[in-house]
């Protein structure tokens, strides 16, 4: 009999093509993926990949086992999701996706919160670059900024929030030492990944041609509130830092809607449509902060 978790491993090597991009993904070392391999190979007597500088590239024999084992994946999710959509109960796992600056800068107290109202829901919270597959049960429920909603899975269930923007931002104690001496140029602040993004204007405050650069959004924050230059934030994050001023002279810029999204059967527990239900009203409440409107605490 074939193992699943052999197939699993297989699946991972398949759509990475390297040992070690799957070792990756699955959270374990290289010579675990190899041994599964080879014991797949070994039951089903036949070589599956060919090892290629390039990485590894599936066999004729592969392709064949490919086809077989994305039916199993896929029968394996709806089993699942079918069994855990009849899950009424308000205990257990519930995993949520989501961009970290929305988790970190605004919605951790509203999870605070909900897991006071809920102690017996575990909560595990997927905050990072990568988007989670609701499809594959990686995650029950995704807050995600989409700009266009044409872009959307049409398998997801969708509750659309309100509208996100951003602007650009520098400290105050930098703002009001360029305006006290000569105007100097400051430097970009910027992700290494994104670099400055095509709406963003300058305003008043001339920047150099030598950026600064940061590998993620927290060091971004620090950077722009330690006066090293200009950058572009959401506006929950800028407004709401005493410590920073929009730069004169600049524009918001839309990036788009919140949405809450789930899939299939898994909408219908009731953990998961508790939660749906929750954060939808507190992103209704954040909605002046989002847009950017004055006044906004």
Same mark, same amino acid.
């Given at each position: 009999m074939i193992d699943w978790d052999d197939v699993r491993y297989f699946l991972a090597v398949a759509r990475g093509g390297s040992v070690r991009a799957a070792a990756e993904r699955l959270g374990v070392n290289h010579a675990t993926v190899l041994r599964r391999i080879a014991q797949l190979e070994e039951r089903l007597g036949v070589q599956m990949f060919d090892k290629r500088p390039s990485g590894y590239r599936l066999t004729?024999?592969?392709?064949?086992?490919?086809?077989f084992a994305d039916q199993m994946e896929a029968s394996s999710h709806r089993l699942e999701t079918r069994v855990f959509g009849r899950d009424q109960s308000v205990r257990g796992l519930l995993r949520v996706?989501?961009? =970290?600056? %929305?988790?970190?800068?605004?919605?951790?107290?509203?999870?605070a919160d909900f897991v006071r109202l809920h102690p017996e829901i575990e909560m595990e919270i997927l905050s990072s670059g990568e988007l989670a597959n609701l499809t594959n049960r990686e995650a029950d429920v995704a807050i995600r900024v989409v700009y266009d909603r044409k872009t959307l899975p049409l398998n997801l269930h969708g509750m659309k929030g309100p509208e996100l923007f951003g602007?650009?931002?520098?400290?105050?104690?930098?703002?009001?030492?360029w305006r006290e001496d000569a105007p100097y140029p400051l430097r970009w602040i910027v992700i290494s990944l994104h670099g400055i993004p095509s709406w963003a204007s300058e305003g008043?405050?001339?920047?150099?041609?030598?950026?600064f650069k940061t590998t993620d959004a927290e060091a971004q924050i620090v950077a722009v509130q330690q006066g090293i230059g200009i950058t572009t934030?959401?506006?929950?994050?800028?407004?709401?830092? =005493?410590? %920073?001023v929009r730069v004169p002279g600049t524009d918001l810029h839309l990036y788009g809607a919140v949405w809450?999204?789930?899939q299939g059967e898994a909408r219908k527990t009731k953990r998961v449509r508790l939660f749906t239900e929750f954060v939808s009203r507190r992103l209704?409440?954040?909605?002046?902060?989002?847009?950017?409107?004055?006044?906004?605490?």
């Open positions: 004729e024999a592969g392709e064949e086992v490919l086809e996706t989501l961009p =970290p600056p %929305l988790a970190t800068h605004l919605l951790m107290p509203g999870f602007g650009v931002y520098m400290s105050r104690d930098a703002l009001a030492a008043e405050v001339r920047t150099t041609g030598v950026p934030l959401p506006c929950f994050v800028g407004d709401a830092d =005493p410590l %920073l809450l999204l789930t209704a409440a954040y909605a002046p902060l989002l847009a950017g409107l004055p006044n906004t605490p």
